[in-house]
């Protein structure tokens, strides 16, 4: 089992920026990639970024030069990196790790985007 735990979500205006942080613990080491996904109102969830034990990166086109995924192997934390935020940023945002066998998921941070 695997435990994800975000923090770092809140209020900003448009412009600003966000760092999300998600600690993962229990059976860690088999973890082999960790992401951050979001779901805003009435859509379905969708990826942002992932990245593997390896370090290699995938991002969603659309938040391409603006949010950066990177990883702390030894303390276990995945973080996401989020400027110039959009209105359209607005969401809740979920920390997620995958083993061979299993998809767990964080509880989500609300992120607000609003003047």
């Known amino acids: 089992q695997v435990q994800l735990v975000e923090s770092g979500g809140g209020l900003v205006q448009p412009g600003g920026s966000l760092r999300l942080s998600c600690a993962a613990s229990g059976s860690i080491s088999s973890i082999r990639v960790m992401g951050w996904y979001r779901q805003a109102p009435g859509k379905q969830r969708e990826l942002v970024a992932d990245i593997t034990r390896a370090g290699s990166i995938d991002y969603s086109d659309s938040m391409k030069g603006r949010f950066t995924i990177s990883r702390d192997n030894a303390k276990n934390t995945v973080y996401l990196q989020m400027n110039s935020l959009k209105p359209e940023d607005t969401a809740v945002y979920y920390c997620?790790?995958?083993?061979?066998?299993?998809?767990?998921w964080g509880q989500g941070t609300q992120v607000t985007v609003s003047s």
């Open positions: 997620n790790a995958d083993d061979r066998f299993t998809s767990y």
